[in-house]
């Protein structure tokens, strides 16, 4: 069980196996709720739950605020440009309002590292992390993590490779936190100018060729080229990138033959995954992960009301 303190959901890091474990099985009952279309109306019910992204979104958005509304909560959706405003400032002028509106849950997504964090400690709502930065999306590795237990039925002592961009993916640091945590042994692949420095400290297998870092693995991982975030000069050109990292049938067949294809999606087809691969129902499960998604963030939001609850 996760400790009745813990109001917000803002990394993985820190995170035990039991408390990973709970929101994995509560997400599960969720699954089979969402496909029974019985999922219960009235937990959120008469709470606010406000999606306030400060970069663009299509899964993580909808699937928070589908999450909200089948639990029962009134749920709005705020999108700000940080384009031309003092970051700083703006938050905490967004932290006032949002106090001054009784929002219950806040889930929040911002390109700066550590902005949930800071809201967390000026806002009276539970905060969730819906990426920030660099550092962490801890729902999307939580929804990771949901798919591939389904899929194998454990994640301990499975292999992930995860591929590409690692250095500029919150959804890369979330998963090896929660993989690792999870007795998982992880790698992660790609040429060493989108590979953190010191990367193996955190405890992975570095690898800087796919057949390689591929060899034998349970589930293949692949990142998108986070270009929004990369200084010029660190990928010499898509298609370079796509023919040395770009997921294909070729690269895919140094994995066990039952290695699971995921990708967080939004997806470069061509350039990091080809299509073939990333629509091949027996390989990719790619569509299965959004699904997952809104499971595993009606089980946060579930998880995280009765925390405030318990704490009122
Ligand atoms: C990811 C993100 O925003 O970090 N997308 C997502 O939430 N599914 C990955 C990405 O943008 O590449």
Known sequence: MAPPSRRHLLQIEGMDRPEIGALLDLA??????????????????????????????????????????????????????????????????????????????????????????????????????????????PTQALLDALTIRRRRGRIEGLTVAICGDVMHSRVARSNIHL?????????????????????????????????????????????????????KGLVPSAREFFRFFGLDKAKLAAAAPHALVMHPGPMNRGVEIASDVADDPLRSVIREQVEMGVAMRMAVLDRLTRAALANA
């Open 179 to 231: 993989l690792l945590a999870m007795g998982a042994s992880v790698r992660v692949v790609g040429p060493p100018t989108l590979l953190p420095s010191a990367v193996e400290r955190l405890g992975v297998e570095v690898f800087h060729d796919m057949a390689s870092g591929l060899a034998g693995v349970d589930v293949v991982m692949m990142l998108r080229l986070q270009k929004e975030r990369m200084a």
């Open 28 to 137: 599960e009952s969720y699954v089979l709720l969402n496909r029974t279309g019985k999922t219960p109306r009235d937990l959120l019910r008469g709470r606010t739950l406000i999606n306030l992204f400060f970069e663009d979104s299509t899964r993580t958005r909808t699937s928070f605020e589908l999450a909200g509304k089948r639990l029962g909560a009134d749920v709005l959706n705020m999108s700000v440009s940080t384009s031309s405003v003092n970051k700083g400032e703006t938050l905490l002028d967004t932290a006032a309002t949002l106090n001054a509106m009784h929002c219950d849950l806040l889930v929040v997504r911002h390109d700066q590292s550590g902005a949930p964090h800071l809201l967390a400690q000026k806002v009276e709502a539970s905060v969730v992390n819906a990426g920030d930065g660099t550092h962490e999306h």
